[in-house]
């Protein structure tokens, strides 16, 4: 995004778990800082070093070290590049528990221990979980180069602390991940997606609790797009628009996708789904366009993944990534867009649009304001008003981003003292001399 | 004067269940074909071919008076007639042959279409029922032979427009204006109905079916027929040897300086221009 620049003069690319130790071992005794380094795809400004601390690049550990094909479980250095893990275990007919969306950079650049440092979230956490319940087992390099081994593949072990739960979402402040052991669901035989249009929010929760019933296990995502979010995806050509007549009177979008085991089954079953939804009473739906190809699955993908590259496109984005209740989404987002035009920011020269997407099955929000430039004005009408908002519904100032750089000052708005205080004392214990990434997460 | 009759439009669209073309095509083990167990979809200038009918009838709204969605496979064909019909066409034909058996050949699928001609013709109760608009594909994606449409106009000695990237029907002239697409431009035609349109990518973008029209489409007819019904023999003419893939590509290799640059490049036969 260029709003982080690094000032480091030297990377390291160790090729082993053991050249790992003996760097870190050798920084320790030196307190010199260590940012560890995946893909660099993150949006806080988390694998960014914040003075000169040394760069510790994962990218040449990049071996599968086993997968099995019976139990679905995947064993690979930290470095190996998520979608080559995709592919790896394409052809035994399984998939990767996370997706960051299939036509963004991400997924072909960031790494998977990059993802779990991090616990990435993304589009397929509503069927599969968090990366703290796929992820098995961790080989983490600690602070003073001590290798915790943890590389087990079972799924339950329930002895003492479950300490690798710790460095899952650390993001590198607790030590180097090197090595992940990852269950991988099997792949779905058949998908299908669906872009229904609503004639308000407030249709949405409603309607999710009835796709839920319906759909039951086949539904593997269900997206929300506000107008203004569909209106930019759709003038920077990510994917085919739906026609005027279908969009007309829609104050919002809901992309639903199903995966499944029999094609005719879940066709059946969302048919149905579809039949009620138009037949109803009081519709919840407008209208909606129903996948009739691979190529259109994709297409209507796109109009939701390529929010991003349009947000991007279109100006200088401010992206929050927020956890609160399902029904305050839109609340938030037109709250935000008030604030702004009360404090007169709302105009071509400062925020052109406040747009709202994201996963409703997961309660994550992502709210983008969208400048003409970065300007302190908008910076200081944004922070704290956006963080005092999300903490006054209880949510989380990051749902799957992360707190990286960017976001250390906020933490105690997601935090309690009581939290951060035991955290410090964590840090304190595993890096006392915080040569790991230091200035994130915690100041 | 008398006002003439209003000039009624029949337009018949054939259309074909093919692979789609976001799967890797795989040939089987024998090299006789392709792997079909893999996703199939509308073949994509087919899908251009009903959505071009469709506009012409938003534009010409009542004189279209039909659009005819015709299509020659197994029974799964029948998907692809439903999308065409939720997109718009008003009924479909289906002529169906056994899962087991190869797809037909532009000569047959184009007897096929015209022997479906010839039978609403026949069955038509006046000019205005007469069938004067077939649009379908270029080529399909699949054997990309590209020739039945014209082998079509040729059958039944009507007009052809080829490679359309543009259709303007004057139905009270039975006239069209289509622009073709040929190398390095456009061409400009004027053709008298009745008319043989084959489509290409320009023509338009195709809607998406909408959930509405998908649920209409459940009710509209489909007329079930079979070749023999038709008085048609699908015995293919043509003999496939092999099937194979194209060779592997090798991947190229990195050279440390300019002299060992030239030097491969020497050894591969190319040489300096001389001044």
């Known amino acids: ?443 | 004067m008398r006002p003439s009759a209003i000039r009624l439009l029949n337009i018949l669209v054939p259309v074909k269940r093919a692979v789609d073309y976001a799967v890797k095509i795989r040939v089987n083990p024998q090299q006789t074909g392709i792997d079909a167990n893999v996703k199939h979809s509308m073949n994509p200038f087919d899908e251009i071919a009903v959505e071009e009918a469709v506009r012409l009838r938003e534009k010409l709204s009542a004189k279209v008076k039909s659009i005819t969605a015709l299509t020659i496979g197994p029974a799964k064909s029948a998907d692809t007639l439903r999308t065409a019909l939720a997109m718009g066409a008003d009924s479909g034909v289906h002529v169906e042959i056994p899962e087991s058996s190869s797809s037909p050949e532009p000569l047959a699928v184009a007897k096929t279409i015209r022997a479906i001609i010839e039978r609403k013709n026949k069955d038509a109760k006046s000019e205005e029922d007469k069938v004067d608009l077939v649009i379908l594909g270029k080529q399909a994606i699949d054997d990309d032979l590209g020739v039945t449409g014209q082998m079509l106009a040729g059958l039944l000695g009507w007009s052809q427009a080829t490679f359309a990237s543009k259709v303007e029907i004057d139905t009270d002239k039975k006239e069209a204006l289509v622009v073709r697409e040929i190398d390095g431009g456009a061409e400009e035609i004027k053709c008298r109905l009745p008319l043989v349109v084959t489509t290409d990518l320009r023509l338009n973008e195709p809607r998406y079916a909408s959930l509405p029209n998908i649920m209409k489409a459940k009710k509209k007819p489909v007329e079930k027929l079979t070749p023999v019904d038709l008085g048609l023999d699908y015995t293919p003419q043509l003999e496939t040897l092999r099937v194979a893939e194209p060779p592997k590509r090798v991947g190229g290799g990195k050279v440390a300086t300019v002299d060992e640059l030239l030097a491969k490049l020497k050894d591969a036969g190319f040489e300096a221009v001389k001044a």
């Open chain 1, 1 to 443: 995004m260029g709003r982080y620049h690094g000032r480091s003069t030297t990377v390291l690319k160790p090729r082993s778990t053991h050249e790992v130790s003996q760097i870190l071992k050798w920084c320790n005794q030196r307190r010199i800082g260590v940012v560890p380094q995946g893909g660099n795809t993150g949006l806080v400004g988390g694998s960014v070093p914040v003075n000169n601390e040394i760069i510790l690049s994962l990218a040449n550990l990049n071996n599968v070290r086993s997968f099995d094909p019976v139990s679905g479980i995947l064993v690979a250095d930290a470095g190996c590049i998520l979608q080559s893990l995709t592919d790896y275990v394409a052809p035994h007919n399984h998939i990767m528990p996370v997706d960051l969306g299939a036509k963004g950079r991400h997924s072909h650049s960031c790494q998977i221990g990059g993802n779990v440092a991090t616990n990435a979230g993304g589009l397929r956490l509503l069927r599969y979980g968090s990366l703290h319940g796929t992820v098995l087992g961790l080989e983490v390099v600690l602070p003073d180069g001590t290798i915790l081994d943890q590389l087990t593949t079972l799924r339950k072990d329930n002895t003492g602390y479950d300490l690798k739960q710790l460095f899952i979402g650390a993001e590198g402040t607790l030590g180097v991940i090197t090595a992940v052991s990852i269950l991988t669901p099997p792949a779905p035989q058949a998908s299908n997606n669906v872009v229904l249009a609503l004639p308000s929010f407030d249709n949405v929760l409603p309607l999710y609790q009835t796709v839920k019933r319906q759909l039951s296990e086949i539904l593997s995502a269900f997206e929300f797009i506000d107008r203004t979010a569909y209106d930019l995806a759709v003038k920077h050509g990510q994917g085919r628009a739906l026609t005027e007549e279908d969009v007309e009177g829609a104050e919002c979008f809901v992309l639903i996708e199903t995966s499944g085991g029999r094609r005719e089954h879940d066709e059946e079953k969302l048919n149905d789904l579809l039949e009620s939804l138009l037949t109803a009473e009081k519709p919840l739906v407008n209208t909606g366009v129903l996948a009739q190809s691979p190529s259109q699955f994709s297409s209507l993908w796109a109009l939701r993944e390529g929010v991003t590259e349009a947000v991007s496109k279109e100006g200088k984005p401010y992206k929050y990534d927020i956890s609160i209740p399902l029904s305050t989404f839109q609340s938030v987002v037109d709250g935000t867009r008030e604030h702004l035009r009360s404090k007169g920011l709302l105009h071509d020269k400062a925020v052109k649009y406040v747009i709202g997407y994201g996963h409703v099955g997961d309660g994550n929000l992502h709210l983008n304001i969208i400048a003409d430039s970065y300007l302190p004005e908008i910076e200081a009408a944004l922070e704290p008003y956006i963080y005092e908002v999300v903490a006054s519904h209880r949510g989380s100032i990051s749902a799957e981003h992360g707190i990286g750089a960017m976001k250390t000052h906020a933490l105690h708005y997601s935090k309690s003292p009581v939290a951060i205080e035991l955290m410090k004392k964590i840090k304190h214990v595993l890096d006392p001399n915080g040569i790991m990434n230091p200035g994130k997460v915690l100041e």
